[in-house]
């Protein structure tokens, strides 16, 4: 039984809601501890509770968020944006966590550098909000050619511009291995590259974003060896959809490829 005391521990694993929705919370939270993880990815205020009896991080909160197609980079979403953001920050940092998601939005015929003005002129406006509670907005890169059509921040190299407009430390990119092997591949290098302006990675396999294992195109062993390289202590958070019916069972195996 993999368990945590059998893990290595280099890597601080957690594990995406969604992916696992069929599970109830509490049953969600007590295969994590069971396995090691420290955390659990995509979670709003009103489970926090349950994470915080079990001993478990909130390790990528969300709730402030639109939608992934309605986001930072169309200045028609700004008013409402700010006002869920500039509610949620406290709460995140209430609760002792750390990480807000947030995405760009579809660009909706917009080019890519209107889209980046457009994203740091409304997150400036709550950069500094961020800086005083130590919470850190993370925007997420996802692949705009199979799952998202159309999303704008679908290339490392256009976070990482926005990451430098806005200027903080408190803002960073989420960077999910699944999207960006489909979008622009060369995953490791791109890490190596780019490690600074990274808080946080997602995990799945690649093609059809299910188990991490040798059914498909990633090396996750060698991608997990390659962050710890870069120093990094955030959150590698599980991500797929499992296909196998044992489905803790395939969570299990995929804290132990990570656990390098």
């Not at 920050?89 to 003005?117: M, W, Y």
């Not at 850190?136 to 976070?159: A, F, P």
């Not at 190596?192 to 997602?202: E, M, S, T």
Request: hydrophobic content about 35%; charged content about 25%; glycine content about 8%.
């Amino acid at each position: 039984m993999l368990n945590i005391q059998s893990l290595r521990g280099n890597i601080n694993q957690s594990v995406c809601r969604w992916c696992f929705d069929e599970l109830p919370i509490e049953e969600l939270c007590k295969l994590a501890r069971e396995i090691g993880l420290v955390g659990i990815d995509l979670l709003g205020p009103s489970d926090w509770p349950v994470l915080e009896k079990y001993g478990l991080k909130s390790t990528m909160c969300n709730g402030a968020e639109i939608s992934l197609e309605k986001g930072w980079n169309n200045k028609v979403y700004h008013s409402e944006l700010l006002n869920n953001y500039r509610k949620m920050i406290p709460l995140v940092a209430k609760a002792e966590h750390k990480n807000l998601i947030c995405f760009s939005g579809n660009r909706d015929g917009l080019d890519d550098e209107t889209g980046l003005q457009n994203c740091a002129e409304g997150l400036k406006q709550i950069m500094s909000f961020a800086e005083k509670n130590k919470v850190t907005i993370v925007m997420e890169l996802l692949n705009s050619k199979i799952d998202h059509i159309d999303y704008q921040c679908d290339r490392t190299l256009w976070g990482v511009e926005l990451v430098k407009r806005i200027g903080s430390e408190n803002f960073k990119l989420l960077y999910d291995i699944y999207h960006m092997q489909i979008d622009e591949g060369d995953v490791i290098r791109t890490i190596k590259d780019n490690y600074q302006y990274i808080a946080h990675y997602h995990t799945a396999g690649v093609p059809g974003r299910h188990e991490i294992d040798d059914s498909q195109e990633l090396n996750y062993p060698a991608i997990m060896r390659a962050i710890l390289d870069t120093g990094f202590t955030g959150y590698v958070a599980q991500e797929f959809i499992p296909l196998n019916t044992d489905k803790a069972g395939s969570l299990k195996d995929a804290v132990r490829i990570c656990d390098v």
